[in-house]
């Protein structure tokens, strides 16, 4: 039997018109994978995942993969996944780092409506917020603090960066500078699939309502995409002492987007900076 996915319960919620001709492009399928195979749900005309790296048993505790995906590369695991979930999304997976794909396939992948910085890589999510700056795409970048303590989600917007305010590098600066001057991030990042999770549906709200907002749609799902645009920087606590627990990463968090600091990676901005990415002073 040819069934297909019926998404009669969207109607006054979200238009499948525009879901449909929508596509993303994802850089890390690890804790995104369910976030990938949900899109798919959804029905998200065109998915582009890239991952390198193959499932290990602690991912099943940490990600969204079972024990019989075990050694799989992991875009394959979610690709095959999507395929199953909703045959009317198309999928195509890289199983390779960004670094490596070929001219040709860095042009598909960010021919995406949405670039999505997923990584445990510093670079490799600066490298997919260079892709989207030079294409004049959306990018959303998500990640879970040390000690699973609360989410981040960046983004990168050609019309915010219009407005000199910034893109996910000048968010994030001090990492980039923290990494360039040999400071690793801890090795063995310890997390579980729930800090993951809480990210993905964050993640996954802001893609469908950047979609609608873009595509000029008036659903009232648009709201949260409009409102992320005045400030492309959405940090969410989940230990209630989030920003007060001493000696923690963020007891010693300042205002708006001076916040996104860690003690660990933190250095001081110089007056003078202007963003390597986006030529912009950020913020
Ligand atoms: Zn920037």
């Known amino acids: 039997m040819n069934m297909r996915v019926d998404f009669k319960r969207f109607d006054g919620l979200l238009d499948t018109t525009i879901l449909s001709r929508s596509s993303v492009s994802a850089a890390g399928t690890g804790g995104s994978a369910s976030l990938l195979r949900n899109l798919a749900r959804l029905g998200i005309g065109k998915i582009t995942l890239a991952d390198f790296d193959s499932v290990e048993t602690h991912n099943i505790a940490t990600q969204g993969y079972e024990l019989a995906q ?11 996944d999507i395929a199953a979930i909703n045959p009317q999304t198309e999928v195509l997976a890289h199983e390779c780092p960004i670094e490596e794909l070929t001219e040709a396939e860095r042009q598909a992948f960010t021919s995406s409506d949405i670039l999505l910085g997923v990584t445990d890589s510093i670079q490799a999510n600066g490298l997919v917020n260079q892709w989207a700056i030079e294409a004049g795409k959306d990018a959303l970048f998500g990640g879970c603090y040390a000690g699973c303590i609360g989410t981040e989600i960046t983004g ?75 400030q492309p920087l959405l940090m969410t606590r989940i230990d209630p002492d989030f920003y007060a627990a001493p000696g923690e990463m963020f007891s010693d968090l300042a205002e708006g987007y001076g916040a996104l600091v860690s003690r660990h990676w933190h250095r001081d901005v110089p007056a003078d900076f202007i963003c390597p990415d986006c030529g912009t002073p950020g913020v």
Not at 169 to 181: G, L, M
Not at 186 to 197: D, I, S
Not at 207 to 220: C, F, K, N, T, Y
């Open 70 to 80: 075990v050694g799989k590369n992991k875009a394959r695991a979610v690709a095959d």
């Open 156 to 230: 990168t917007f050609p019309d915010v960066i219009a407005e000199g305010r910034g893109c996910h590098r000048c968010f994030t600066d001090p990492r980039f500078r923290a990494a360039a001057e040999g400071e690793q991030a801890p090795p063995f990042f310890q997390r579980h699939v729930l800090v993951a999770e809480m990210l993905n549906v964050q993640l996954g709200y802001l893609i469908v309502s950047l979609l609608h907002l873009r595509a000029g749609s008036d659903l009232p799902i648009t709201r949260l995409a409009r409102r992320f645009l005045q």
